[in-house]
């Protein structure tokens, strides 16, 4: 009996594809195509560009399927998503205007020239890493939750968190150690770029 095309895994829909079958590649538009626009929506915060971003993103998929150049680790949307991202850091990196810098007699003015490529990028990861962090953490249990935020946004020091939950300071420090590993594994379930 056939297995129906939209139960396949992603990785069958792909070597199908490659082998002709085109409506495989249609089933992997459709399945993640929500979430690759809305990543790339809540980056560049214009359509406009998100459409060209996101049709960049799936030509370049197509060409490198195609071209027998993807390889197969079970990781497509993780590999389609990093493909949009650096999509967007070309974006803003051709898009970005050149700063202004006023000379002064005590340097060089080279000096004060940073790579306006570099912040861009910095800045978009840094932006992006920040909003998945927010979401991911409102899925954490309630007593690593509270240390994430004690720690991370209220730049506490970790005997304080223990004396504000009242547990001993190796507990807060278990508490955060776990708090990662679940963020990671959140992130790695919920398919978002992040960076620790």
């Not at 895994?9 to 195509?33: P, S, W």
């Not at 990543?39 to 214009?46: A, L, M, N, P, T």
């Not at 197969?72 to 803003?92: C, G, P, Q, S």
């Amino acid at each position: 009996m056939e297995v129906k095309t939209a139960q396949l895994t992603d990785n069958e829909l792909i070597t199908r594809y490659r082998e002709g079958d085109a409506k495989c590649f249609d089933v992997l538009l459709e399945r993640y195509q929500g979430k690759v626009y809305g990543y790339i929506f809540s980056v560049v915060k214009d359509k406009e560009i998100a459409d060209d971003v996101f049709q960049d993103t799936f030509c370049k998929v197509v060409y490198t399927i195609k071209s027998g150049s993807y390889r197969d680790e079970n990781k497509f949307i993780h590999w389609v998503m990093r493909i949009a991202h650096n999509l967007i850091v070309d974006h803003f990196r051709r898009n970005n205007k050149m700063p202004i810098v006023t000379s002064r007699s005590d340097g060089d003015i080279l000096d004060n020239l940073r790579s306006p490529g570099e912040n861009v990028e910095h800045d978009i990861m840094k932006k992006q890493t920040n909003q998945n962090i927010r979401k991911l953490v409102k899925m954490l249990p309630p007593e690593q939750r509270r240390v994430v935020i004690l720690r991370h946004y209220g730049k506490c020091e970790f005997k304080d968190i223990a004396a504000r939950t009242g547990v001993s300071i190796n507990t807060a420090l278990g508490r955060m150690r776990y708090a990662i590993i679940n963020l990671r594994r959140l992130a790695r379930e919920q398919n978002m770029y992040i960076e620790f």
